[in-house]
């Protein structure tokens, strides 16, 4: 299984661009890289999912270098409300034995 | 698309009480579900894949025979904390996987267990 690592915390401010780095190096050939963003006594939420290159959708966008031994969540113009942690999951079912597991996380706090 | 639902979010038991919880994936089939625990500011940890129609395969370290895992449907999975004590305390989360075969899974909103 693909080990990733994140920043334990960051803090922004309202309006900026957060980006979160997970490194991954031992990626596999068949590993996705998939982020969620939980909030306290929730459940995690898919924020959004990519193999390769750049994927965006109407939250977020995911940076995957060619070398897919890292991406990079970023979120647009971040509000009070995206104060949350943020998972990195790499890995893929089939070859995972059907199971991913989550890394440490990173604690975005998001400032007036 | 893709919403999972758990009931109960939050129980409070007595020690020696069992407690299910029920997990369903409720717009897609799910032959893959997830049980996971979580301790505050700690992160997900996986304790148990739950296959439709077969045995649960449990994460090393936790006791098969005290969480009881049943996945009799393609939309249904349960977790039994049989005889709960303190110490069991935590919240539970379940995920179910992309009804494709996909490479998502779909996360529940948690139920918070409270064993006095």
């Known amino acids: 299984l693909a080990k990733t690592t994140q920043p334990i915390s960051m803090d922004s401010y309202e309006g900026q661009e957060v980006n979160i780095t997970c490194s991954h190096n031992?990626?596999?050939?068949?590993?996705?890289i998939t982020w969620y963003q939980q909030f306290p006594s929730q459940g995690p939420r898919f924020i959004i999912q990519?193999?390769?290159t750049k994927v965006t959708n109407e939250v977020a966008s995911l940076f995957i270098p060619a070398d897919r031994k890292s991406s990079t969540l970023s979120l647009p113009r971040v509000s009070l409300s995206d104060t949350a942690v943020y998972y990195c999951?790499?890995?893929?079912?089939?070859?995972?034995?059907?199971?991913?597991?989550f890394g440490g996380g990173t604690r975005v706090l998001v400032k007036p | 698309g893709a919403v999972v639902s758990q009931h109960p979010s939050r129980v409070i038991c007595k020690s020696g009480t069992s407690v299910k919880i029920e997990c369903r994936s409720l717009?897609?089939?799910?032959?893959?579900m997830f049980w996971y625990r979580q301790f505050p500011k700690k992160s997900l940890m996986l304790m148990a894949t739950?296959?439709?129609?077969?045995?649960?395969?449990?994460e090393q370290g936790v006791e098969k025979d005290k969480f009881l895992i049943n996945h009799a449907s393609l939309t249904l999975s349960t977790l039994t904390v049989t005889s709960a004590h303190p110490e069991d305390s935590s919240f539970y989360i379940c995920?179910?996987?992309?009804?494709?075969?996909?490479?998502?899974?779909?996360f529940g909103p948690g139920t918070r267990l409270l064993v006095l």
């Open positions: 995920s179910a996987r992309d009804g494709q075969g996909g490479e998502t899974q779909y």
């Open positions: 031992n990626i596999a050939t068949n590993d996705y």
């Open positions: 990519g193999y390769k």
């Open positions: 999951l790499v890995g893929a079912f089939k070859a995972a034995g059907n199971k991913l597991t």
């Open positions: 717009d897609f089939q799910a032959t893959t």
């Open positions: 739950s296959n439709e129609g077969s045995k649960a395969t449990y």
